[in-house]
């Protein structure tokens, strides 16, 4: 997704009350399944104000209306999401996930397939925007590659319906932003600061991910996206109706291998959208499994 | 490993603590008061009178967000007035017992330990409400007790404590399983010894000693499958002693989560995502409590 760094006043504001903001968070996590921690009431508060403005809703109670309303409201509701999400996009977004994923589920994935010694490993990242999400699997996974993934062959697919993102993506080349949240022994081994703010990411680690437009609707191409061990989506199932999330969620059920682990965005939720998948928990998130 | 030999290593080892304090003659007050029906506000009210530190305890908690009352609560009287009578009773045996582990910082730090057993407490109580347990508020009160035995396992054996932590850096594991293979016995165990001599009442007591085991419950399996799922949440929520362990659990494969589905089939229902993001949002408020508590009381 684009970034957008326009500066916003925040103090213009309306200030939400709890109510309101209870309200919305509520109908959000109802309609989209993500939810709204009470510590970013405030951000949420400064993104509404801008919807606000251009919906011309004058309260938060009105706002609320036009947002459940049949004609506007879905698309409104996109436009929502996409100023409170935009931002989000970086390198290592989200630490506990990956702390996990390196404690717990690579290694026991490791464990399981290289008892029947089958040393493939295959990830993919739905949505994957432009790329931060596959390129920071392929860093922690080249970390791993003089210990348990020593002779493992290692396939990252990153797919996006969006062709610019895609083309960012297998450029490589990202912004200060992007890396924010990189650990520096990462950022040192893995980006190359070419000029200031201008980080290109190494060859060794572009070599391992590889992407292509898919559409998450398109049926007949879903079935081909086969066997693999981790599935990421993250705050892509928000911007689906119900129907359509159910149906593209089936479909990563059948892509992942049993022992396989799906992996939503930080305050997701599949709740109510599948009901065969299991949820595991570890310290600061969840994920799912068969 | 057995556990009657686990057993006799916790009752040996807490013989062995030097100092092993006291549980405070207000706490043993309120605990008689728990159980015995028919108990009047009065005489709750008259205990925490006479009790500065109490008090002052009491009214400092009441005032927290984690009771939020829309204006700041100045005397015992108004505190029980605004909270009845079993909530009062919830917080004055807190308020009573965290003299208790002064000073006993081990290799967890005592706020930790805090804001971990508020943490199960609260997680309790909603899980109880949820599940149309009888008595929440008991849930509650053992979700605060339920780790008695860690306090002092952690600072009577730091040692090995240490040695426990520095082998799983980085891996999963179950505190309780590890404390068997490097102390010989585990905080259930020693929890039981001391909640024993401290004359706790007997499902307190089970609580303490099989919160990890919920399935070999006799008195109040529920009780425990309660206390077991709320140490869960909140391991993987923030609540977790400062990060110091590291679990993951399958809910579906949790014997808690079973037995509290055959007690209440509705909970097969339960939004577990939004579960968690809420407890997610009252940590604050739980770690506002803990601090609360221990500020500018010059007990």
């Known amino acids: 997704m684009a970034l957008d760094l326009k500066p916003f006043d925040a103090k213009s504001a309306p200030k939400i009350s709890d109510k309101d903001f209870e309200q919305l968070r509520d109908y959000i996590y109802n309609v989209c399944g993500i939810y709204f921690h009470s510590s970013k009431k405030y951000f949420l508060e400064s993104r509404l104000a801008r919807r606000m403005e251009m919906t011309g809703c004058k309260t938060h109670g009105d706002y609320y209306q036009y947002v459940r309303s049949a004609a506007t409201g879905r698309t409104e509701l996109s436009k929502l999401l996409d100023e409170i999400t935009t931002n989000e996009t970086c390198f290592f977004r989200n630490m506990p996930q990956l702390t996990a994923l390196e404690n717990k589920f690579l290694p026991e994935i490791v464990a399981t397939k290289g008892k029947i010694g089958f040393k493939k490993l295959r990830i993919w990242s739905a949505g994957s925007s432009s790329g931060e999400e596959a390129y920071t699997m392929a860093m922690i996974l080249l970390e791993k590659r003089a210990t348990i993934l020593k002779d493992w062959i290692i396939e990252i697919i990153g797919t996006d319906i969006n062709e610019t993102v895609l083309a960012q993506a297998k450029e490589g080349i990202y912004n200060s932003y992007s890396v924010r949240n990189t650990p520096d022994f990462y950022l040192k081994k893995y980006f190359k600061e070419e000029a200031a703010g201008r980080f290109v990411l190494s060859p060794e680690v572009k070599k391992l991910a590889s992407f292509s437009q898919l559409n998450l609707y398109d049926d007949n191409k879903m079935l081909f996206m086969k066997s693999f061990d981790f599935i990421f989506c993250a705050n892509v199932l928000i911007y689906f109706d119900t129907t359509s999330k159910s149906k593209v969620v089936q479909h990563f059920y059948n892509n992942l291998q049993p022992y396989g682990y799906f992996f939503v965005g930080q305050s997701e939720s599949l709740h109510g959208v599948n009901d065969k998948f299991k949820t595991v928990h570890f310290p600061g998130g969840f994920t799912y499994n068969k | ?299």
């Open chain 2, 1 to 299: 490993m057995e556990k009657a030999a686990m057993m006799q290593a916790a009752q040996d080892m807490v013989e062995s603590f030097v100092d092993l304090p006291t549980i405070p003659q207000v706490a043993t007050r309120v605990i008689e008061l728990l159980d015995r029906p028919g108990v009047e506000l009065d005489e709750v009210a008259d205990m925490i009178l006479a009790d500065q530190v109490l008090a002052a305890r009491v009214i400092k908690m009441v005032n927290s967000p984690l009771y939020k009352p829309a204006h700041e609560i100045k005397s015992v009287k108004r505190a029980l007035i605004y909270l009845g009578f079993r909530h009062i009773r919830e917080l004055a045996f807190t308020c009573s017992f965290v003299d208790v582990f002064e000073g006993r910082d081990g290799i967890f730090d005592i706020k930790s330990f805090w804001e971990h057993s508020f943490g199960v407490g609260v997680v309790a109580k909603i899980i109880a409400q949820r599940v149309r347990y009888p008595d929440s508020e008991k849930a509650y009160l053992v979700g605060i007790v339920h780790d008695i035995g860690e306090v002092f396992l952690s600072y009577y054996r730091q040692d090995a404590f240490r040695s426990l932590l520095d082998s799983v850096q980085g891996r999963p594991y179950r505190l309780v399983d590890k404390e068997a293979e490097f102390l010989g016995t585990s905080h259930s165990e020693v929890g039981l010894c001391i909640a024993r001599k401290w004359n706790f009442p007997p499902d307190y007591c089970e609580v303490i000693a099989l919160h990890h085991a919920p399935e070999e419950a006799v008195l109040d399996p529920t009780l425990c499958a309660i206390a077991n799922l709320a140490d869960l949440f909140c391991s993987v929520r923030q609540l977790d002693y400062g990060g110091s362990s590291w679990v993951t659990f399958n809910l579906a494969e949790e014997k808690a989560w079973g037995i509290l589905k055959g007690y209440s089939p509705a909970l097969a229902d339960l939004d577990v995502e939004r579960f968690c993001y809420e407890l997610d949002d009252r940590v604050p408020e739980i770690q506002e409590m803990v601090k609360s508590i221990f500020q500018g009381i010059g007990a």
